[in-house]
């Protein structure tokens, strides 16, 4: 019995201790999350104010782009130096097949750069959204049930956003010291911890001031956790930031900086902003259904995706040590996992939530079939694509950038055209990025980044055996 018990502490020590145990708690806690949120969102937030929580949810997505794409930039730069990459390129990168060891010299440019570049984003972000962000919303603030409430949530949105952006890049800079274990712990407690005051709130009456209040907690709880882990993984004295080689950092990273801001811009208008478009053509009631769509299948694409994220920071020293049968073994697995989680999740969101949410009289729905499984079609195309394009910018290039963009741009022109010329409604929204994505993006760059680790998309999913 003892022998048992002593069996069962070994094998709970090591899943504590696997990075794979902490991404499926993540994932089990976004689909909690998810399962939690949502219900509460849909019985405790009137009409007006349901359909604002998505609008507030479409600028909390503009995260991700409003640092330009300097944090895929560093954090790819991270996990070169951590391999021990003797400098940075413009485009491309140097093998290092005997490196020794991470490059702290190079670490610590990068990550004053980071520093000195995030407290500007931030600033930015507070001037960018408090003018152009609040002209947005104006007009329909006036349509939410409490429009005091409705501009104080606002107001806190703004400055959640900017903390958010702040402070983000620390757990980016653990995660690509592959310190991936550690990164999502973190994250796994600030999803705890914003669950936890999100749901509280709701049930409380807070209505919408609960989305911010919960996100500036959320944040401030992963991110300094984030900063000091990363501190300590610094062999000290930890030097002070030098001008001149941050100008010189940043004018390395710039070239595929540039480009990734707009790829990532375009990305967010051909995604997030169809629900502005939906809410400045269709009105309200109509972007918060399709808010609440597009907020289902993104986390299901988040939830799938988890399975090759934390192989990302891994990945990218692969590359500089020129493994790339490892990478080929490793990175097939995840794929396979990625795409059934999808189609799973996908599933129960078209068959099982249009009937619960019409059983149970909320009044609120997802989009009308054949929208509704047309929309979830576009999302595993995209979520192939984004699989697709990280692969090849772990090589430190962009070869996809001039035509993502342009369809990225061309959708959502579009769109803009159809809503106003036909009579498809929501499916000028849906109809433009899946028809302009596969004629050409969708089934291009997957060919295109199997072939930068000497394979083809048929050998990459049913090869039984790594390559020799």
């Known amino acids: 019995m003892e022998a048992m018990l002593s069996k069962i502490r070994l094998k709970i020590k090591d899943l504590l201790s696997s990075s794979v145990f902490w991404s499926w708690l993540m994932n089990g806690l976004r689909m909690t999350s998810g399962l939690i949120v949502l219900p509460l969102v849909i019985h405790y937030l009137p009409k007006p104010e349901f359909d604002m929580?998505?609008?507030?949810?479409?600028?909390?997505?503009?995260?991700?782009?409003?640092?330009?794409?300097?944090?895929?930039?560093?954090?790819?730069?991270?996990?070169?130096?951590?391999?021990?990459?003797?400098?940075?390129?413009?485009?491309?990168?140097?093998?290092?097949?005997?490196?020794?060891?991470?490059?702290?010299?190079?670490?610590?440019?990068?990550?004053?750069?980071?520093?000195?570049?995030?407290?500007w984003f931030a600033i930015g972000t507070l001037a960018i959204l408090a003018t152009i962000g609040t002209w947005i919303i104006f007009k329909e603030?006036?349509?939410?049930?409490?429009?005091?409430?409705?501009?104080?949530?606002?107001?806190?949105?703004?400055?959640?956003?900017?903390?958010?952006?702040?402070?983000?890049?620390?757990?980016?800079?653990?995660?690509?010291?592959?310190r991936v274990r550690l990164a999502l712990q973190y994250t796994v407690l600030a999803m705890m911890v914003r669950l936890i005051i999100l749901a509280g709130l709701l049930i409380g009456g807070a209505s919408l001031l609960s989305l911010p209040i919960s996100n500036i907690i959320s944040s401030l709880v992963q991110r300094v956790l984030s900063r000091i882990a990363v501190l300590k993984e610094l062999p000290k004295p930890i030097p002070p930031a030098n001008r001149e080689a941050i100008?010189?950092?940043?004018?390395q990273l710039w070239p595929n900086t540039w480009r990734t801001g707009i790829h990532l811009v375009s990305g967010y208008l051909s995604t997030q902003a169809m629900t502005l478009v939906c809410l400045k053509t269709m009105g309200l009631a109509t972007s918060g259904m399709y808010g609440f769509t597009n907020q289902l299948l993104n986390i299901a694409s988040s939830i799938a995706q988890a399975w090759t994220q934390v192989k990302w920071p891994y990945i990218n020293q692969l590359r500089i040590k020129g493994d790339l049968s490892t990478l080929e073994k490793i990175l097939r697995v995840?794929?396979?996992?990625?795409?059934?989680?999808?189609?799973?999740?996908?599933?129960?969101?078209?068959?099982?939530?249009?009937?619960?949410?019409?059983?149970?009289?909320?009044?609120?729905?997802?989009?009308?079939?054949?929208?509704?499984?047309?929309?979830?079609?576009?999302?595993?195309?995209?979520?192939?694509?984004t699989l697709s394009t990280t692969l090849i910018f772990t090589e430190n290039r962009m070869p996809f950038f001039w035509?993502?963009?342009?369809?990225?741009?061309?959708?959502v022109i579009l769109a803009?055209?159809?809503?106003?010329?036909?009579?498809?409604?929501?499916?000028a929204v849906i109809?433009?990025?899946l028809i302009l994505g596969l004629a050409y993006n969708f089934w291009r760059w997957p060919v295109e980044a199997l072939r930068g680790i000497n394979t083809t998309p048929l050998k990459f999913l049913f090869s039984i055996k790594p390559r020799d």
């Open 53 to 119: 929580y998505f609008v507030f949810l479409s600028f909390w997505a503009l995260i991700p782009i409003i640092d330009f794409g300097f944090v895929h930039n560093f954090g790819r730069a991270i996990a070169y130096a951590m391999a021990g990459a003797s400098r940075l390129l413009s485009e491309g990168y140097e093998p290092e097949p005997n490196a020794k060891g991470p490059n702290y010299q190079l670490l610590f440019t990068i990550l004053n750069t980071t520093r000195f570049l995030y407290r």
């Open 141 to 178: 603030v006036k349509e939410t049930t409490s429009p005091t409430i409705t501009w104080t949530a606002w107001g806190l949105m703004i400055i959640a956003i900017a903390l958010e952006i702040y402070l983000a890049w620390w757990n980016n800079a653990l995660m690509n010291m592959n």
């Open 247 to 251: 100008k010189s950092t940043i004018l």
């Open 334 to 385: 995840r794929v396979w996992l990625q795409f059934t989680t999808y189609i799973l999740i996908a599933l129960i969101i078209v068959f099982l939530i249009p009937p619960l949410l019409s059983k149970h009289h909320t009044g609120k729905t997802l989009l009308p079939s054949p929208w509704l499984e047309l929309m979830a079609g576009l999302k595993f195309f995209e979520l192939n694509l």
């Open 403 to 411: 035509a993502t963009t342009f369809t990225n741009l061309a959708s």
């Open 416 to 427: 803009v055209v159809l809503v106003k010329f036909t009579s498809l409604d929501l499916g």
């Open 431 to 433: 109809l433009p990025p």
